[in-house]
């Protein structure tokens, strides 16, 4: 008598593989995020080197002067402060963080931008008219600044 096995996989080997691509997936996901924040972050950081440069641009060809704006945020900030390259850098970095947290204020010799970071909500990414383009870890105030802290 011969004896007759089928071929195939058992329910409970289908189970494990099902359940180990399940937890790869979910390690996948997570790094994506991770990576995605930070591709963020990156994008911000690119739009105030935009503005810091196009500011410099701004400042000479408006008889030295940054002109003036009390600290303002959002799109207050992005509607005031230069010219068409810098409302679109600094709308570019108000879109990126996805929280309107983009904040600016300027006297005719000085300025100051920053918008919050996404990957560490409690940084801002800061850029001013002596040329500092850093992450700082204070948010800033409602008073009018002239320069990252």
Do not use: H
């Not at 690119?46 to 009390?70: C, F, H, R």
């Not at 850098?89 to 005719?108: F, I, K, Q, R, Y």
């Not at 700082?136 to 105030?141: D, L, N, S």
């Amino acid at each position: 008598m011969k004896n007759v096995r089928a071929r195939g996989f058992t329910l409970i080997e289908l189970l494990v593989v099902i359940a180990i691509i399940g937890i790869l997936s979910a390690v996948v996901l997570a790094s994506l995020n991770t990576a995605r924040s930070k591709g963020n972050d990156a994008a911000i950081q690119s739009d105030l080197a935009t503005v810091q440069t196009q500011m410099e641009i701004y400042y000479g060809d408006n008889s030295n002067s940054y002109g003036s704006l009390t600290w303002a945020t959002g799109a207050g900030c992005t509607a005031a402060l230069g010219d068409s390259t810098v409302q679109t850098a600094l709308a570019g970095a108000d879109s990126d963080n996805g929280s309107g947290s983009v904040g600016c204020a300027a006297t005719p010799q000085s300025y100051v931008v920053a918008a919050q970071l996404v990957a560490n909500t409690n940084s801002y990414w800061c850029v001013d008219s002596t040329g500092k383009a850093e992450s700082v870890a204070a948010a800033f105030p409602a008073s009018a600044i002239s320069a990252c802290p």
